[in-house]
């Protein structure tokens, strides 16, 4: 019974991916493009900052607040 559920699941996600538009491709199903290798490291650099630093500068704000 765990066997054929097994090989099934193997089945349905192979036809899955043979059957989807997208793979093969690296970066093919990304919401922005890989062309400009310097807008990308710019846009990693802001969302780093910002994932960073935001906890931060609210918890400053927070302690500042009169």
Same mark, same amino acid.
């Given at each position: 019974m765990l066997g054929r559920s097994s090989?099934?699941?193997r089945n349905f996600s #192979?036809?899955?991916?043979?059957?989807? !538009?997208h793979g !093969?491709?690296?970066g093919e199903n990304l919401p922005?493009? @890989?062309q400009n290798k310097y807008r +990308?490291?710019?846009l990693?650099? +802001? !969302?780093?900052v910002l994932g960073f630093g935001a906890?931060?500068?609210i918890v400053r704000h #927070?302690? @500042?607040k009169k």
């Amino acid at each position: 019974m765990l066997g054929r559920s097994s090989v099934f699941a193997r089945n349905f996600s #192979q036809s899955m991916v043979r059957y989807s !538009g997208h793979g !093969g491709v690296p970066g093919e199903n990304l919401p922005f493009s @890989l062309q400009n290798k310097y807008r +990308i490291t710019a846009l990693f650099t +802001i !969302g780093c900052v910002l994932g960073f630093g935001a906890p931060f500068l609210i918890v400053r704000h #927070q302690l @500042l607040k009169k």
